[in-house]
Nanobody
Framework: QVQLVESGGGLVQPGGSLRLSCAAS????????MSWYRRAPGKQRELVAS???????NYANSVEGRFTISRDNGKKTVYLQMSNLTPEDTAVYYC???????????????WGQGTQVTVSS
């Protein structure tokens, strides 16, 4: 019933910008932490950025200063603004949400389907 849908990926030139979004839907009680991960070809999945319910953020060293994570709790949406992109940013980007549901006790992690970001000339 819970679904995370990502959008905003695509092809962009080096130095360009993209804005990813991930909207959560379904029967959700509370969303706690939200985060973005990525997996580049031949590499393991990497945590890119995370944001708490109150807006405390953390970034991977490789993206700090270039990427900004934000969220809109009313829209149940997390964003990733990416600037000054390089070919090394090419990856499939996944959003993650730690949330609770009325039908369940406790919290669980949910994942989006992933969106491709390709940085190339």
């Amino acid at each position: 019933q819970v679904q995370l849908v990502e959008s905003g990926g695509g092809l962009v030139q080096p130095g360009g910008s993209l804005r990813l979004s991930c909207a959560a839907s379904g029967n959700i009680l509370n969303i706690y932490g939200m985060s973005w991960y990525r997996r580049a070809p031949g590499k393991q999945r990497e945590l890119v950025a995370s944001i708490s319910r109150r807006g405390i953020t953390n970034y991977a060293n490789s993206v700090e200063g270039r990427f900004t994570i934000s969220r809109d709790n009313g829209k149940k949406t997390v964003y990733l603004q990416m600037s000054n992109l390089t070919p090394e940013d090419t990856a499939v980007y996944y959003c993650n949400a730690n949330l609770s549901r009325p039908e369940r006790l406790g919290v669980a992690d949910y994942w989006g389907q992933g969106t491709q970001v390709t940085v190339s000339s």
